[in-house]
């Protein structure tokens, strides 16, 4: 991070604008909202700072800027729309260690004012460094129209039990787990309603009763997409953020990873092909054993949890343990690589079913149902498949699949480092060798990757070029 993002405690601070015009009215009216006491100085004003001059609500000195001016003050913005006063502004401000923000000009500025979104005493700020400013609003009015202003009741709600909770419950994590259970159950559903009074009176009847907070030592299986962190669902994101531990594997990334809450302990238990860090067993006793410390076990799997991830056989574990779990489904490999690299799986006149088969190799041999792979009109997706693409091809052409058939290999499908190298069915795995693939990887065999050409939409590199692609280069 360029900037460090902090909250200032401004009560009974002031701040002094410098500059007269709309830019400097803007600043103003953020600037009040926080109740600090603002100064203008200016040699003249527009008319809405004028008419808070004259209503009392900011003071002012017409006269144009001087060191002196700052005496006093403990906030400074800079907001004329000339640089050379801009920058004597800074550079008086921060020689008396004052804070100073120059509007647009992130280089002269000490800090930088956020887009926020307002429902105090919730509040949220986004910034982007001084790059993007518009880039912050939009994402401004996308939450603006996300959380609704309830959520400052809910708030305040919160603040005036939260000495009273402290007192009832020490421990740190049964505290949580109580504002984590009324703030995601009836209490503050009552309070977003509208019903702030019986959501106040629901919560008094809670913490006198002394009931102790839902003990769920359970594990929640979930699935983490295929890469492209944007592609993990709202509930996923949800549990996520309430998990005290997360057991994960070798596919899901460090992006992915800081979506989950942040002082969750993380457990790492990846795969790689001939390297087990933990074998299955061992995976399925330690989901056990965390959920019976009580703790909420977040199970991050790659894809979807129950497509060639071994999902159904640590619930079965789960379950004979008697401990209570939960799934969350994920986009598995073949829907989000396919779409990625514009491959429709199914398609009116080429693919009328698509079939999902593992590549995994058993003793060093590709056991499949190849007569069931060879249908006409039908797409194969083969999950790791890298390692025994040439027994894949020599399988499949062997009992009757044309050698021209269009394939395609997805290497690190929908992230940034996405590449696709597509040949025909005969040539894919030398083309595939040649060019040093390296896994998580997905095989698309059948007449769909041929439309590849004019349906993908990430990146732009010729087919089987090497070229890679990124997931956030759109053609337009």
């Not at 202003?149 to 740190?172: I, M, N, Q, T």
């Not at 690589?337 to 080429?350: S, V």
Request: include cysteine; glycine fraction near 10%; hydrophobic fraction near 45%.
């Amino acid at each position: 991070m360029d900037y460090l993002p902090v909250f200032l405690n401004v009560t009974g601070r002031t701040a002094l604008v410098v500059g007269g015009g709309e830019t400097a009215n803007r600043k103003v009216e953020f600037l009040r909202r926080a109740d600090l006491a603002v100064r203008v100085v200016a040699p003249d004003l527009e008319p809405g700072l004028a008419e808070a001059v004259a209503a009392g609500d900011i003071d002012y000195c017409q006269e144009r800027f001087r060191e002196g001016h700052l005496d006093g003050w403990g906030v400074v913005v800079a907001a004329t729309n000339d640089r050379p006063v801009n920058a004597a502004v800074a550079e008086a401000a921060q020689a008396r260690g004052v804070p100073v923000n120059v509007v647009d000009d992130p280089e002269l500025s000490t800090f930088i004012v956020p887009a926020v979104v307002d429902r105090s005493p919730l509040v949220i700020a986004l910034g982007t460094g001084g790059r993007a400013p518009v880039l912050a609003r939009l994402m401004r009015a996308k939450l603006e129209a996300f959380i609704p202003a309830a959520y400052g009741r809910l708030a305040e709600l919160v603040g005036r039990f939260r000495d009273s909770v402290k007192d009832r419950f020490r421990d740190g994590v049964a505290r949580r787990r109580f504002w984590e259970d009324v703030l995601d159950g009836p209490i503050a559903e009552r309070v977003l309603r509208g019903d702030t009074v019986g959501g106040e009176r629901d919560l008094a009847e809670l913490l006198e009763s002394g009931e102790e907070p839902s003990d769920r030592c359970e594990v929640a299986l979930v699935g983490a997409g295929p890469g492209d962190p944007d592609l993990l669902t709202v509930k996923a994101l949800r549990v996520m953020q309430r998990a005290d531990v997360v057991v994960h594997d070798r596919l899901v990334s460090p992006e992915l990873l800081d979506r989950v809450r942040r002082d969750a302990e993380r457990v790492f238990v990846g795969k790689a092909a001939g390297r087990h860090s933990h074998s299955q067993q061992e995976i399925n006793e330690l989901l056990v054993g965390l959920a019976r410390q009580g703790k909420r076990v977040l199970r991050l799997k790659g894809g979807d949890p129950f497509v060639f991830a071994r999902g159904g056989e640590e619930l079965a574990h789960l379950r004979e343990a008697g401990v209570p779990f939960h799934v969350v489904p994920g986009v598995t490999a073949a829907l989000g690589c396919a779409a990625y690299a514009g491959i429709p799986l199914t398609h009116r006149d080429h693919a009328h079913a698509a079939v999902l088969v593992t590549g995994h190799l058993r003793d060093g041999v590709l056991e499949l149902p190849w007569e069931a792979l060879v249908q006409p009109y039908q797409t194969v997706a083969v999950y790791m498949g890298l390692k025994g693409l040439p027994q894949l091809r020599d399988g499949l052409i062997a009992r009757g699949l044309s050698e021209a058939t269009p394939a395609a290999l997805v290497e690190q499908g929908t992230t940034p480092d996405q590449r696709v190298i597509e040949a025909p069915l005969a040539e894919l795995p030398d083309r595939v060798e040649a060019q040093g693939a390296r896994p998580p990887c997905l095989v698309l065999i059948g007449e769909v990757v041929g439309l590849r050409g004019s349906l993908q939409w990430v990146g732009s590199s010729a087919a089987g070029s090497g070229a890679r692609t990124s997931a956030f280069e759109i053609d337009l």
